[in-house]
């Protein structure tokens, strides 16, 4: 059980946290939490800088310019209130910077957070773990570290590139309707047109050709609000999950589905799951998302950061 976040504990050492607050988070809803979320940790004695603006390029550039501005970072720590999309504007400042992240779950998605065994929907009791986790040293968990072209962007969750992707893809381009129904709109479409494309991939040096799905690598074990791809993945192995649904029938494709989200998917012929240190990913006209947040079209290289970040949450 988290802490009572009413009475909160004087801090050994104040820190200055720096809370990064999205007001879109699970479309608009939760415009609250981010003031719930900083009453708690600046009653328990810490100094709070609410970073706010009214989209997310504004905040993510605004989040760096803190985060540049920190001194000591066993002083200091980055507090994302939002979703997974929160989670890797986050982990994207503060990764192999020593600054802990915290994250105060009020998103859709919140695949992290439930990883991570954080209060989701409740952000005076997320805050309150916060607290006491402040008190504590932070949990060095891996990352993953993804190259596409000039670019480099981290991710604590997963990368997808394959029909999971697609509906990302698809739902993103949608006007209506402004809320989560959006998404199971997406899936219903994507199903009508979907094809599996053909991949090119390199396994730890090993190349591979083939027909699939959907392709992702995962750090923890779920995407897409609780699909659990990978349920023995871990983030503090050293290692990523290699996660390939081969090429099927639509009906079939449909009978295996709705079995990741219970995590019994893993024993069907067509499912494939490898732990990898790093894997480049090419297909066709695929576009690939990580945290929910879009990379762009393949090829794409992840890489596990051993310890990368170092992550405020419930002891293990």
């Known amino acids: 059980m988290p802490p009572t976040p009413t009475t909160p504990k004087t801090p050994t050492t104040p820190k200055r946290l720096i809370v990064a607050i999205n007001p879109t988070a699970a479309f608009g809803r939760n415009h609250g939490a981010g003031a719930a979320a900083s009453e708690i940790l600046a009653s328990a004695g810490h100094t709070v800088i609410e970073v706010r603006q009214p989209n997310?390029?504004?905040l993510r550039r605004e989040v760096e310019r803190e985060v540049r501005g920190v001194?000591?970072?066993?002083?200091?720590?980055?507090?994302?209130?939002?979703?997974d999309?929160?989670?890797?504007?986050?982990?994207?400042a503060v990764a192999e910077t020593g600054i802990p992240l915290g994250v105060v779950p009020v998103g859709t998605g919140n695949d992290t957070a439930r990883n991570i065994g954080m209060p989701i929907g409740d952000p005076a009791a997320a805050a309150a773990v916060i607290v006491a986790a402040l008190e504590r040293e932070p949990a060095a968990v891996d990352a993953g570290r993804i190259v596409h072209g000039p670019h480099t962007t981290?991710?604590?969750g997963a990368l997808s590139a394959g029909f999971d992707a697609a509906?990302?893809?698809?739902?993103?381009?949608?006007?209506?309707?402004?809320?989560?129904r959006r998404y199971t709109i997406a899936v219903v479409r994507e199903l009508l047109t979907f094809r599996a494309p053909h991949y090119r991939v390199v396994v730890d040096g090993a190349e591979r050709e083939f027909e699939a799905m959907l392709v992702a690598v995962a750090n923890h074990s779920s995407i897409g609000g609780g699909m659990r791809i990978a349920p023995e993945a871990s983030m503090d192995d050293g290692l990523l999950d290699l996660f390939v649904v081969d090429r099927m029938s639509r009906p079939r494709f449909l009978r295996i589905f709705p079995k990741v989200f219970k995590g019994e998917h893993t024993n069907e012929p067509e499912v494939h799951l490898q732990r990898v240190r790093s894997v480049r990913i090419e297909a066709p006209r695929v576009v690939a998302y990580a945290d929910g947040e879009r990379i762009g079209p393949l090829p794409v290289e992840v890489t596990v950061a051993p310890g990368a970040v170092r992550l405020l949450r419930q002891p293990q």
Not at 71 to 83: C, D, H, N, R
Not at 85 to 92: D, I, K, P
Not at 167 to 180: G, T
């Open 56 to 58: 997310y390029e504004l």
């Open 154 to 156: 981290w991710m604590l």
């Open 85 to 92: 999309g929160m989670v890797s504007l986050g982990v994207n």
């Open 71 to 83: 001194e000591s970072p066993a002083q200091a720590a980055l507090i994302v209130v939002g979703g």
């Open 167 to 180: 509906v990302n893809e698809r739902a993103n381009f949608m006007s209506w309707p402004n809320s989560e």
